[in-house]
């Protein structure tokens, strides 16, 4: 599908065939005269650029399931289960995707574009990731695009709950663990001291860990890049499928580097999930 820009001569590229341009017009992406500014392109990349990541498990989901649920947690305005309903969940005429999110004028927003757009199988929870539930408990795909620090691990701990089969994360200002490093004694502290490399340093030690903790869950863990750099710095793409119901062995991995660190992210260090895992070996 190709739409001429307002004061451009080049047709619009970046769409997917058969993607709804009033829908992009309703999330503000496109301009009423379907343009996109720098701004809105880069999201739209992102986003586009996401669902082509995660396309694996949507397909999966929609082949074989009766009635798929993917679960989009921390949603702010919405556009990621937008733009998924529409190019995944209303072609396939089933499935439902949920919308969770803590701010009241962004789920009436969200409601009131989803009624105008006919996308009746979406739906939207007003609550904290933490404290979110979907009804029946469960979920086939998770995702939770740049979710700010705890939240990301918050996002891991409502997946286990709900037994989703697919996660999709793209974290973002892992600030506790960096935190819990500063002054922390050790022969690593050299990799710490500086506060700026304590925040890098963090930041990443964070994402490892989150991606041993999946694995000591039976899950299959990618760790790719998002989009490029020119785009978004938060850029770190989790992707993770479920094969078993734990892997001791991550397990011993999470355990180790953590006592090596002295520090972990908490939710998942003292998770009822974590402590039923069963021990490593040796």
């Keep these: 599908m190709t739409r001429k820009s307002a004061g451009q001569d080049k047709p619009l590229t970046d769409l997917w065939p058969g993607q709804s341009v009033p829908l992009l017009k ?3 992406i496109l301009t009423r ?3 996109l500014n720098a701004d809105s392109r880069r999201k739209l990349k992102q986003v586009l650029h996401l669902a082509q990541l995660i396309k694996p498990a949507l397909d999966w989901a929609l082949a074989e ?3 798929p649920i993917l679960a989009d947690l921390g949603a702010g305005k919405s556009y990621l289960g937008f733009i998924l309903y529409d190019l995944f969940f209303a072609k396939a005429g089933k499935g439902t995707v949920y919308g969770i999110e803590a701010r009241t004028d962004l789920v009436a927003t969200a409601h009131r574009i989803a009624t105008d ?3 009746d199988r979406m739906r939207f929870i007003e609550s904290a990731i933490a404290e979110a539930a979907l009804p029946g408990g469960r979920a086939d795909i998770v995702t939770a695009l ?5 939240a990301t691990d918050e996002a891991i701990l409502f997946a286990l709950r709900h037994e989703a089969k697919f996660i999709a994360l793209v974290p973002c200002c892992q ?3 960096a935190s819990a490093l500063d002054g922390a004694p050790g022969p690593l502290r050299q990799l710490w001291r500086h506060p700026i490399q304590r925040r890098e340093f963090g930041a990443h030690v964070t994402n ?3 991606g041993l903790f999946l694995e000591a869950h039976g899950y299959k863990v990618r760790v790719t890049e998002l989009t490029g750099l020119e785009h978004s710095l938060k850029n770190e793409f989790i992707f993770a499928e479920r094969h078993q119901r734990a892997n001791a062995q991550a397990r011993g991995e999470f355990d180790k580097l953590v006592a090596q660190l002295g520090a972990a992210p908490s939710l998942l260090r003292l998770s009822d999930e974590s402590r039923e895992l069963p021990a490593a070996a040796g």
Excluded: M, Q
Excluded at 146 to 150: F, K, P, S
């Design 146 to 150: 740049h979710a700010c620090d705890t």
């Design 65 to 67: 399931k009766d009635a």
């Design 208 to 210: 490892v860990l989150r």
């Design 175 to 177: 600030a506790e663990i």
């Design 26 to 28: 309703a999330l503000h």
């Design 117 to 119: 757009s006919g996308f």
């Design 33 to 35: 005269d379907g343009a």
